[in-house]
C-alpha cells in the first residue's frame, strides 16, 4: 500500500556536480521515487516536461542560470511544485532570497540524511494537503451552492441575478418579501456564492425569540448574568466572524435593541451580557423582512438610521401569485423531495389538481404550497395527485378569486392557462376561445411574463 | 550465496557474529571471504575522516570478479556520500554488492556506556538492510520492517531484524 503511494512521488535532482546528482537520485531511489537529474537549467527545464516532479533540489551554484534564477521559471512551469535549494556556501542572503521566492527550504552540503528525509517527507505532506484543501473547497462549493431555489420565472431569475452580483461584495443586504417566499435560501445564495462561504452563515429569526432573549442570543452572556446563566453563551455575532449573520424579520425588534444592533453594525464591536470585555467580529449582515418597514419609519416604530443603514442593497421576492408560472416546477420539486423522505412512489400531479394549485392566491406562498403537496402525498394513495388530495379551503378558494375585480379573474385565468399549456400561444388561445393576437395584447395589458 | 567481506579497520568478531546471525534471516548460503584492503588514498577523505561510500562499493566489485550470489563488505571507518553528511550503508539496489559501516552503531559514540548486545543487532539490522537492497528492495514504510529507513540509532532500535509480508514477497518475486 505504501509502496504504491510512494512510487508515485517524485524528485528531480539539478546541480552541477555528477557525483551529488548519483548519490541523490540512489538515494531517493532506495526510497522508492521516481528521480530525474540535470546539470544545468537548461536541461532541468527540459526534464520538467518529464514531470509533474513533487519535489525538486536545486542547488544554487551552478554554471549558466543560478538556482535561484531557475526557481522562477520553474515554478511559472509547475507552481505546486516544492523547491528545496541545496548549496555547499551558506549565505544568509541567498537563503533569504531563496525562502522569499518560494522556497520550501534551504539546506547546505553536506546535508545530515536524516533532516534531508524529514524535509523532504514534510514537503510532499505539504503539497498533498495543500492539494487535499483545494479539494476539499470545491467540495464545499459544491454541497453549499445546491440548494433548493427552484423557479424559472423571469421575476425568480431577477432575484437570483442580483443575489449572486450582490454577494461577491460585503454589501448590507435587505431582502423583501411576503412569508414564505424564500427570504432565507435567498440569504445562504448569497452567503454561498460570497468570499466567506467557508466561514458560517447564522441565521436569528428575531421575530420568533422572545425579546427578553434576543439580547443575550445576539450578543451572547456571561456565566451569572441572569438567573439561569449557568454557563458563558457564545451569541450569533460572535459565531458569525468570518462569515454572514441573517437577522430574519428584523422589523419586528423593539426600540432598544433597535438602538444596540445599531451599534453593532457600525462598530462591530459589543459585549456579552454581563461582560466587560469588548468582543470584535467581522461578519456580513443579510436581513429580511416581510413589514413595511417604511410606514414603520413614519409612525415612529423603526428608527431611520438603522433603516438605512440595513437597506443598502433591496432584493424584492415577488409572492407566488405573482409569478404562476413557479408553481408548477416547485409543486413537482416538492412531489420528489417528500416522496424521497416518505419511502414512497414519485407520483404525477393530475391536470385538475395542477388547475387547482396554479389558480391558487397563496397567502403563504411557497411554504404553503410545500405543506399542501406534503399533505397530498401523506394522503394519495394512487398513481397520481387528484382534485381531492388537494385541501378544501384551497380548492373553494381557487374557483372564488380574492378580488371582485374583472380584470384580476381575466388575469388569473389568463396565466393559469397559459401555464397550464406550457405558454404554447395556440393551444391557449384556443383554450380561452380568442384568436392569438388578442391573448398578446392581454399578455401585454395584465404584464403576464414568458419564463 | 552471501559473501561477507571485511574491511579493516574493523572488529573482527563484528565481522564473525553477523555470518553467524545472518542465517537467522536469510535461506542462502552465508561464507565468509575474508579482507580486502583498501588503499587509504583512495576512498578515505581526510578532511571528513570518513570512507567515500560509493568508492568504497566500486573497488569491492572491483575486487571480487567471479564471485556469485550477493556480497556485503563490513568496515569500522564512517562512510559517507558527497551530499550528506554521513551513511550507514550503500547497496546496489537489485545489484551485487553492498558495504556497512559499524562505525555509528556504537553507543559510546553518544556518550553512553558500550552496550554489545545492542551493538550485534544493530549490525545485524544493517546488514540485513543493505542485502534487502542487492535483493531489489526498497524503502519501507512498515514500522517493524527491517527495510525501513532509519539515520538514526535510535529507529534502528525500533524496527525487527526481518522482513515485513509484503517485503518477503517481494523478494521471493525478485529472485525468481
Same mark, same amino acid.
Given at each position: 500500500m505504501n509502496r504504491k503511494e510512494k512510487n508515485k512521488q517524485s524528485v528531480m535532482v539539478v546541480d552541477d556536480e555528477l557525483v551529488v546528482r548519483e548519490s541523490l537520485a540512489q538515494w531517493f531511489a532506495e526510497d522508492g521515487y521516481r528521480v530525474g537529474c540535470a546539470s544545468n537549467a537548461t536541461e532541468a527545464l527540459r526534464v520538467m516536461k518529464e514531470g509533474p516532479w513533487d519535489v525538486i533540489l536545486l542547488d544554487i551554484k551552478m554554471p549558466g542560470m543560478s538556482g535561484l534564477e531557475l526557481q522562477k521559471h520553474l515554478k511559472q512551469v509547475d507552481p505546486s511544485s516544492i523547491v528545496i535549494m541545496i548549496t555547499a556556501f551558506a549565505s544568509v542572503d541567498s537563503a533569504v532570497q531563496a525562502l522569499k521566492e518560494g522556497a520550501f527550504d534551504y539546506v547546505t552540503k553536506?546535508?545530515?540524511?536524516?533532516?534531508?528525509? /524529514?524535509?523532504? !517527507?514534510?514537503?510532499l505532506r505539504?503539497?498533498?494537503?495543500?492539494?487535499?484543501?483545494?479539494?476539499?473547497?470545491?467540495h464545499i462549493t459544491e454541497l453549499v451552492k445546491g440548494g433548493e431555489l427552484v423557479g424559472d420565472s423571469p421575476q425568480m431569475k431577477k432575484v437570483i441575478e442580483l443575489a449572486t452580483s450582490v454577494a461577491r461584495?460585503?454589501?448590507?443586504?435587505?431582502?423583501?418579501?411576503?412569508?414564505?417566499?424564500?427570504?432565507?435560501?435567498?440569504?445562504?445564495?448569497?452567503?454561498?456564492?460570497s468570499d466567506r462561504r467557508y466561514f458560517p452563515i447564522v441565521p436569528v429569526n428575531c421575530g420568533a425569540v422572545p425579546e427578553s432573549l434576543l439580547e443575550s442570543e445576539l450578543f451572547g452572556h456571561e456565566r451569572g448574568a441572569f438567573t439561569g446563566a449557568q454557563y458563558r453563551r457564545k451569541g450569533k455575532f460572535e459565531m458569525a466572524n468570518g462569515g454572514t449573520i441573517f437577522l430574519d424579520e428584523v422589523g419586528?425588534?423593539?426600540?432598544?435593541?433597535?438602538?444596540?444592533?445599531?451599534?453593532?453594525?457600525?462598530?462591530? /464591536?459589543?459585549?456579552? %451580557?454581563?461582560?466587560?470585555?469588548?468582543?470584535?467580529?467581522? =461578519?456580513?449582515?443579510?436581513?429580511?423582512?416581510?413589514r413595511d418597514l417604511e410606514a414603520a419609519m413614519k409612525v415612529g416604530d423603526f428608527r431611520e438610521d438603522l433603516y438605512y443603514r440595513l437597506n443598502v442593497f433591496t432584493i424584492s421576492i415577488p409572492p407566488l401569485r405573482e409569478r404562476r408560472s413557479d408553481i408548477p416546477p416547485l409543486a413537482e420539486h416538492f412531489v420528489q423531495k417528500y416522496a424521497v423522505m416518505m419511502n414512497k412512489p414519485v407520483v404525477e400531479i393530475s391536470p385538475d389538481a395542477m388547475d387547482l394549485l396554479v389558480r391558487y392566491h397563496w397567502p403563504g406562498n411557497v411554504r404553503e404550497l410545500e405543506?399542501?403537496?406534503? !399533505?397530498?402525498?401523506? @394522503?394519495?394513495?394512487?398513481?397520481s395527485i387528484a382534485k381531492e388530495d388537494i385541501p378544501f379551503q384551497i380548492a373553494q378558494s381557487s374557483l372564488k378569486p380574492s378580488s371582485e375585480l374583472l380584470t384580476d379573474m381575466e388575469k388569473i385565468h389568463i396565466e393559469s392557462v397559459l401555464v397550464k399549456h406550457n405558454w404554447n400561444i395556440t393551444h391557449s388561445a384556443e383554450a380561452l376561445g380568442i384568436d392569438r393576437v388578442t391573448l398578446y395584447n392581454k399578455i401585454n395589458r395584465y404584464g403576464l411574463k414568458r419564463p | 550465496m552471501i559473501s561477507i567481506v571485511a574491511i579493516p579497520p574493523v572488529n573482527r568478531s563484528l565481522? #564473525?557474529?553477523?555470518?553467524?546471525?545472518?542465517?537467522?534471516? =536469510?535461506?542462502? #548460503?552465508?561464507r565468509s571471504y575474508g579482507n580486502i584492503d583498501v588503499h587509504a588514498d583512495m576512498v578515505f577523505d581526510p578532511s571528513r575522516k570518513q570512507f567515500n561510500a560509493s568508492?568504497? @562499493?566500486? %573497488?569491492?566489485?572491483? /575486487?571480487?570478479?567471479?564471485?556469485?550470489?550477493?556480497?556485503?563488505?563490513?568496515?569500522?571507518?564512517?562512510?559517507?556520500?558527497?551530499?550528506? #553528511?554521513?551513511?550507514?550503508?550503500?547497496? /546496489?539496489?537489485?545489484?551485487?554488492?553492498?558495504?556497512?559501516?559499524?562505525?555509528?552503531?556504537?553507543?559510546? @559514540?553518544?556518550?553512553?556506556?558500550?552496550?554489545?548486545?545492542?551493538?550485534?543487532?544493530?549490525? @545485524?539490522?544493517?546488514?540485513?538492510?543493505?542485502?534487502?537492497?542487492?535483493?531489489?528492495? %526498497?524503502?519501507?514504510?512498515?514500522?517493524?520492517?527491517?527495510?525501513?529507513?532509519?539515520?538514526?540509532?535510535?529507529? %534502528?532500535?525500533?524496527?525487527?531484524?526481518?522482513?515485513?509480508e509484503e517485503c518477503r514477497s517481494q523478494r521471493m518475486a525478485n529472485s525468481a
Open positions: 553536506p546535508v545530515d540524511p536524516d533532516h534531508l528525509s /524529514q524535509l523532504v !517527507r514534510n514537503a505539504q503539497r498533498t494537503l495543500s492539494e487535499e484543501n483545494l479539494r476539499l473547497r470545491e461584495a460585503d454589501t448590507t443586504v435587505m431582502i423583501r418579501g411576503e412569508s414564505g417566499t424564500g427570504k432565507e435560501l435567498i440569504a445562504r445564495l448569497i452567503h454561498a456564492n419586528t425588534i423593539s426600540a432598544q435593541m433597535q438602538v444596540q444592533l445599531l451599534r453593532v453594525l457600525e462598530t462591530k /464591536q459589543f459585549t456579552r %451580557i454581563g461582560g466587560n470585555e469588548a468582543i470584535t467580529s467581522d =461578519f456580513r449582515v443579510v436581513c429580511a423582512t416581510n405543506n399542501v403537496i406534503e !399533505r397530498a402525498l401523506v @394522503l394519495t394513495s394512487g398513481k | 565481522v #564473525t557474529n553477523v555470518k553467524t546471525d545472518l542465517a537467522l534471516v =536469510f535461506p542462502e #548460503t552465508i568508492l568504497l @562499493l566500486a %573497488i569491492v566489485l572491483d /575486487q571480487t570478479p567471479g564471485i556469485e550470489g550477493k556480497i556485503l563488505a563490513v568496515t569500522g571507518v564512517d562512510l559517507f556520500i558527497p551530499v550528506l #553528511t554521513y551513511v550507514i550503508g550503500e547497496a /546496489q539496489l537489485n545489484g551485487r554488492a553492498s558495504v556497512m559501516s559499524t562505525f555509528r552503531l556504537h553507543e559510546e @559514540l553518544y556518550g553512553l556506556p558500550a552496550n554489545p548486545h545492542l551493538l550485534r543487532e544493530r549490525v @545485524l539490522k544493517e546488514a540485513v538492510h543493505e542485502l534487502g537492497h542487492t535483493f531489489g528492495l %526498497i524503502h519501507c514504510r512498515d514500522p517493524l520492517c527491517v527495510m525501513r529507513p532509519s539515520a538514526a540509532v535510535e529507529e %534502528i532500535d525500533i524496527k525487527g531484524i526481518s522482513f515485513c
